[in-house]
């Protein structure tokens, strides 16, 4: 196993499909949440290697989720996920210390790549 991943996207479906090219991936999943409240309870439950953030969740979006992690725990490794491309979310997600952004519909082998160069696995 390359690392125990914890999933956060309100949606079953993209959860679902995301853990399937994660296990395919040879990574394992520590669990998931569907909102950004339960990823930040999740994540200093679990204690992930990474963490995976939808950026439109309800109760707690993905940047305020992120960046609740990160004051807790600076060396957290958080990839956040979206639909929507614009050029400042992701700048918005990288300046709350996302270490990579990946672009939904999702494509296997870009999350695969993403999730390997940020653990270095």
């Not at 992701?90 to 999702?106: L, N, T």
């Amino acid at each position: 196993m390359n690392g125990r991943i914890l999933v956060a996207d309100d949606a079953a479906f993209m959860r679902m499909m995301l853990k399937n090219i994660l296990i395919k991936g040879g990574f394992e999943i520590a669990g998931e949440a569907e909102n950004g409240m339960l990823a930040v309870e999740r994540y200093f439950e679990l204690k992930p290697d990474l963490v995976t953030l939808d950026i439109t969740m309800p109760e707690m979006d993905g940047i305020s989720a992120a960046k609740e992690i990160l004051k807790r725990d600076r060396d957290a490794r958080i990839i956040m996920c979206s639909a929507m491309g614009q050029q400042a979310i992701v700048v918005e997600a990288i300046q709350a210390g996302a270490k990579d952004f990946i672009e939904k519909p999702f494509q296997a082998e870009r999350i695969v790549e993403a999730v390997r160069k940020v653990l270095k696995v």
